[in-house]
């Protein structure tokens, strides 16, 4: 998929500088407690899976649409888990951004996980003793979703 249409137009006005975009990343647990994960083509780092919205999108029906088309798994928004900042990230083009970010615990309701995209490499469903290498703000999202009904974390580090 890559960027947006909105963004590519943006792009073509402004070049690399840096734009400020609402995402949306889900901690999505299956029936088994196990977590939902991608393998990103642009780096190769596991993540949760994790998306931009487009404009006008709420946050949870445009992260369950993210879902959805990069994993071909439905799942639904339970809560908010946290708000924070990620960024500045700058891209191997090198298009920067800092993405407002709005992390979701999600369940799954169906479907067979695969790669639905051009955006991974594999996806996949992983036990929590059995994470791969991932970066301290996606452990932060997935510590924070096996809380029962804890507080927002305002500002989960990535």
């Not at 998306?51 to 799942?75: D, K, Q, S, W, Y």
Request: net charge negative; charged share 25%; with cysteine.
């Amino acid at each position: 998929m890559g960027a947006p249409e909105f963004v590519l137009r943006l792009r073509e006005k402004i070049g690399n500088d840096p734009l400020w975009l609402p995402a949306v990343r889900g901690v999505v647990f299956d029936d088994d407690g196990r977590v939902l994960l991608g393998q990103r083509a642009d780096n190769g780092h596991w993540t949760l899976i994790t998306g931009m919205l487009e404009p006008g999108e709420h946050p949870a029906p445009g992260l369950v649409r993210e879902i959805f088309e990069e994993t071909a798994v439905v799942a639904e928004t339970e809560r908010i888990i946290g708000v924070g900042v990620v960024g500045p990230v700058t891209f191997p083009n090198g298009d920067v951004c800092d993405f407002l970010d709005i992390t979701f615990r999600c369940r799954y309701i169906s479907g067979e996980a695969q790669v639905n995209d051009d955006e991974s490499l594999a996806v996949g469903w992983f036990a929590l003793d059995e994470l791969p290498d991932m970066s301290a703000g996606n452990l932060e999202a997935i510590r924070l979703a096996t809380e029962p009904e804890g507080p927002v974390a305002y500002q989960v580090e990535d």
